[in-house]
C-alpha cells in the first residue's frame, strides 16, 4: 500500500530558532501534499496545499512566511517553521494523494505525523 | 459545500460488544466519504471509503459503513470491539469543486472497556 513517511517523528527546538519537517511519498508519486496541524483533542486544520514545481497555496489566516512549503519534487514536501515560538508548538501531519486518480475519489495517505515542541 | 458532523466527542464501549460511530454529511454532489482512525502521537489511517459503488463498504479491522442519501448518513460499525480499537476516529467528506480537500469532522474518541 500507499506509504507516506514524515520526519523526524518528534523535534524540540529553541525560541527564535527554525525548524524543517520532511514529507515523502515513499512507493508513489504525489503532485499534491497537504500539511495539517493539530492540536491536543481537536480535529486536523488544513494548513497549506503544497503543489509540485509551484508554490503552495495557504489557507486563510496561515502565515506563509512563517510556514515556508517547498515541493521540489514528485515524492517530497518539506515544511519548514521559521523563528518558531512556544505558540507553534503543535502536532504536525502531511499527506498525500497517489498519481494517478488526483481526484475526491482518491484517498489521502498519511504521515505519521510531528510533534513539535518549542521551549 | 460539504460539510460532516460526528454526533458524539466520546464513545465507550465494553470490549466484545458492538460499535456505533455516527456521521451525518451534507453535500450538494454525490460525495466522497471516508473513515479514518488515528492512534495517539500517530499519523491517520484509512479504514474505507464509500466512492458511489456500493452503499456498504467493508473497511480493514473488521469496520464497516452504510452510506444512507436518504438520512445523509455515513456511520461507522463493528460487531465487535477490541481493546485495540481504542482510538480517535474521524469521518471525512472530499471536496469536489476541484481543490480535492478533506473535510474532516471533529472526530469521535472511542474507548474500550475491558
Known amino acids: 500500500g500507499a506509504v507516506v513517511s514524515q520526519h523526524p517523528s518528534r523535534v524540540i527546538c529553541k525560541s527564535g530558532t527554525s525548524v524543517k519537517i520532511e514529507c515523502r511519498s515513499l512507493d508513489f508519486q504525489a503532485t499534491t501534499m497537504f500539511w495539517y496541524r493539530q492540536f491536543p483533542k481537536q480535529s486536523l486544520m488544513l494548513m497549506a496545499t503544497s503543489n509540485e514545481g509551484s508554490k503552495a497555496t495557504y489557507e486563510q489566516g496561515v502565515e506563509k512566511d512563517k510556514f515556508l512549503i517547498n515541493h521540489a519534487s514528485l515524492t517530497l514536501s518539506t515544511l519548514t517553521v521559521t523563528s518558531a515560538h512556544p505558540e507553534d508548538s503543535s502536532f504536525y501531519i502531511c499527506?498525500?494523494?497517489?498519481?494517478?486518480?488526483?481526484?475526491?475519489?482518491?484517498?489521502?495517505?498519511f504521515g505519521n505525523g510531528t510533534r513539535l515542541t518549542v521551549t | 459545500a460539504q460539510s460532516v458532523t460526528q454526533l458524539d466527542s466520546h464513545v465507550s464501549v465494553s470490549e466484545g460488544t458492538p460499535v456505533l460511530l455516527r456521521c451525518n454529511y451534507s453535500?450538494?454532489?454525490?460525495?466522497?466519504l471516508f473513515w479514518y482512525v488515528q492512534h495517539p502521537n500517530k499519523g491517520l489511517q484509512l479504514l474505507l471509503k464509500?466512492?458511489?459503488?456500493?452503499?456498504l463498504v467493508k473497511g480493514i479491522n473488521g469496520f464497516e459503513a452504510e452510506f444512507k442519501k436518504s438520512e445523509t448518513s455515513f456511520h461507522l460499525t463493528k460487531p465487535s470491539a477490541h481493546m485495540s480499537d481504542a482510538a480517535e476516529y474521524f469521518c471525512v467528506v472530499s471536496d469536489t469543486s476541484g481543490t480535492y480537500k478533506y473535510i474532516f469532522g471533529t472526530g469521535t474518541r472511542l474507548k474500550v472497556l475491558a
Open positions: 499527506s498525500a494523494r497517489e498519481l494517478p486518480g488526483s481526484s475526491y475519489n482518491s484517498p489521502l495517505h
Open positions: 464509500y466512492t458511489s459503488a456500493a452503499t
Open positions: 453535500s450538494s454532489y454525490s460525495p466522497s
